[in-house]
Each structure stands twice: as C-alpha cells, then as structure tokens.
C-alpha cells in the first residue's frame, strides 16, 4: 500500500522558517516527480513547487523563499520555507507522479494527507 506522510507543520510568525518533510512508503520506482500543493480555506489546490530528475519548479508565489529538495534513499522530499508571510498559510501537500509535466494535480497519482502551516502577522 502507498502511502505519503507529511510532517513539520506547525504556526510561525512572519518572517520565520520552517521546513517541511514527507515521506513515501510503499513504492519503489526508478523515476517520479515529486511535489507540494497547498489549499487555503475558500481557495483551489494550487502548485507550490516540484523536483524531477534534476530539475526544480516553482510557483511565482514562492520563488527565492522556498526550495524543494529530496533525499532518494530515504524516499524524502523536503520544503525549506524562508521569508514566511501570512499568505503562506494553507494545508501543504505531498504528492507524486510520473508524468513528464509537473504543475497541475492531475500530473500525480499518489497523495498524502497533508500538514497545517499558519503564519501569523
């Protein structure tokens, strides 16, 4: 059974870091895209940023402050969040795929459940 988990969410003040995990279980495959969306209350599911092969992707949103990264043997990604702002604040998911384009939901098969991040002002 697959099975992605998120963690190091939590409430932050403007301006401060935080850094996101998630984990895979359950697959071993020699390439995926691997990535993190985000949904704020009364917003759509929105691109945050993706990791495949050796490229990384970002939303304009996020660029200079986030970096994605992944660790292969521990079937990791991770999400460094630099420069909070309140806008930041949303559920952040996990996600992975195995299509050539990494930017939209449909792009993944698999899912985690995702973790709270709060930024306040």
């Known amino acids: 059974q697959v099975q992605l988990v998120e963690s190091g969410g939590g409430l932050v003040q403007a301006g401060r870091s935080l850094r996101l995990s998630c984990t895979a279980s359950g697959l071993t495959v020699s390439n995926v895209s691997m990535s993190w969306f985000r949904q704020a209350p009364g917003k759509e599911r929105a691109f945050v940023a993706a990791s495949r092969w050796s490229s990384t992707y970002y939303a304009d949103s996020v660029k200079g402050r986030f970096t994605i990264s992944r660790d292969s043997a521990k079937k990791t990604v991770y999400l460094q969040m630099n420069s909070l702002k309140p806008e930041d604040t949303a559920v952040y998911y996990c996600?992975?795929?195995?299509?050539?384009?990494?930017?939209?939901?449909?792009?993944?098969?698999?899912w985690g459940q995702g973790t709270q991040v709060t930024v306040s002002s």
């Open positions: 996600a992975v795929g195995y299509k050539s384009t990494v930017s939209s939901s449909e792009d993944y098969k698999y």
